[in-house]
């Protein structure tokens, strides 16, 4: 079993940053591609962004390219997002994420753990 918390969330101006964090216990973190998701006020949670055991590799959904940046440190069994020119758009519960299956297939009903969620807001 592997608990995930997430740490980080809060209420920024448009075009400021901030820097989730998901802290994973357990022994097979290293083995899990881990990820974020999202959910907006009366809208379906969505795919963010996610990243291979490794770390070679990572995955973003198109709104965010170029703005967040995923990574993980596998000594320390944690995964970040770094946001950064925040948008109204991006206020969210963000939902930390992991799953056997690879960051490839990063989707909601193949995921194999979660956080309870950070919630972001981007206002002025």
């Known amino acids: 079993q592997v608990q995930l918390v997430e740490s980080g969330g809060g209420l920024v101006q448009p075009g400021g940053s901030l820097r989730l964090s998901c802290a994973a216990s357990?022994?097979?973190?290293?083995?899990?591609?881990m990820g974020w998701f999202r959910q907006a006020p009366g809208k379906e949670r969505e795919f963010v962004a996610a990243i291979s055991w490794s770390g070679g590799s990572t995955y973003y959904e198109d709104s965010v390219k170029g703005r967040f940046t995923i990574s993980r440190e596998n000594a320390k069994n944690t995964v970040s997002l770094q946001m950064n020119s925040l948008k109204p758009a991006d206020t969210a519960v963000y939902y930390c994420?992991?799953?056997?299956?690879?960051?490839?297939?990063?989707?909601?009903?193949?995921?194999?753990?979660w956080g309870q969620g950070t919630q972001v807001t981007v206002s002025s």
């Open positions: 994420a992991a799953s056997f299956r690879g960051a490839g297939t990063f989707e909601e009903a193949l995921m194999n753990f």
């Open positions: 357990g022994r097979t973190f290293s083995r899990l591609a």
